[in-house]
């Protein structure tokens, strides 16, 4: 597709889980991004990919955190253990290089029971 | 620490109106500020893009100006539509993280038939 594609769309799990989501960019984006939207404390940054490599890593809220890009396209975002607090929408965005303007896909929605 | 603050939180307005959302943003050491809109369910849609040495940028019914100095940046829709209902996202980066974009509240704006 044309667009930043994130799958799945939607993912119920229950408290202690693994959750894997993935990021399909736009096809030639070299920098790559994740947020997180939730209704507490709304759109956050989470990290930074600039071909496969993570400069930016900072927004990731703990190390049961953790993220990789691999052949320079997809992404994915893991989180261990989840907890309840981890239930939010987790946006992936894209862009040609870091200083254009950022794509975004529809995001993931992510609820912990 | 940059934060970014947009005014009102929500906002209906019969069709036809003209109307301004406000953003503001405490270190005006900004690499550019982006609007976005939002449709709910949906990832965010670049509507305007600032760089830091621009006064404004229009696109159609839309206008968005920036005023470095004073933190504050302005949305101005012309004749509101009922299609233009979304939640609109202001969002700022930094000089020496342009990568990173820093999000607003944002505001829920209806535009009544």
């Known amino acids: 597709g044309a667009g930043v594609s994130q799958s799945p769309s939607n993912k119920v799990t229950e408290k202690g889980k693994d959750v894997e989501l993935r990021c399909d960019p736009i096809?030639?984006?070299?920098?790559l991004y994740w947020y997180r939207q939730s209704l507490g404390q709304g759109l956050e940054f989470l990290i930074y990919f600039q071909g496969n490599s993570a400069p930016d890593k900072s927004g990731l809220p703990s190390d049961r955190f953790s993220a990789e890009r691999t052949g320079g396209s997809v992404s994915t975002l893991t989180i261990q253990r989840t907890q309840q607090e981890d239930s939010a929408v987790y946006l992936c965005?894209?862009?040609?290089?870091?200083?254009?303007?950022?794509?975004f896909g529809d995001g993931t929605r992510l609820s912990i029971l | 620490k940059q934060e970014v603050t947009q005014i009102p939180a929500a906002l209906s307005v019969p069709e036809g109106e003209n109307l301004v959302l406000n953003c503001s943003f405490t270190d005006s050491a900004i690499y550019n500020l982006q609007w976005f809109r939002q449709d709910p369910g949906k990832g965010l849609t670049s509507l305007l893009l600032i760089q830091s040495s621009q006064r404004e940028q229009t696109s159609g019914r839309l206008n968005a100006s920036l005023d470095k100095s004073s933190g504050r940046s302005t949305l101005y829709i012309a004749a509101s539509q009922p299609g233009d209902s979304a939640t609109y996202l202001c969002a700022v980066s930094r000089m020496d993280s342009s990568y990173k974009l820093i999000f607003g509240s944002g505001t829920r704006l209806l535009v009544r038939p």
């Open positions: 965005a894209s862009s040609l290089v870091s200083t254009e303007p950022q794509h």
């Open positions: 096809s030639g984006h070299t920098a």
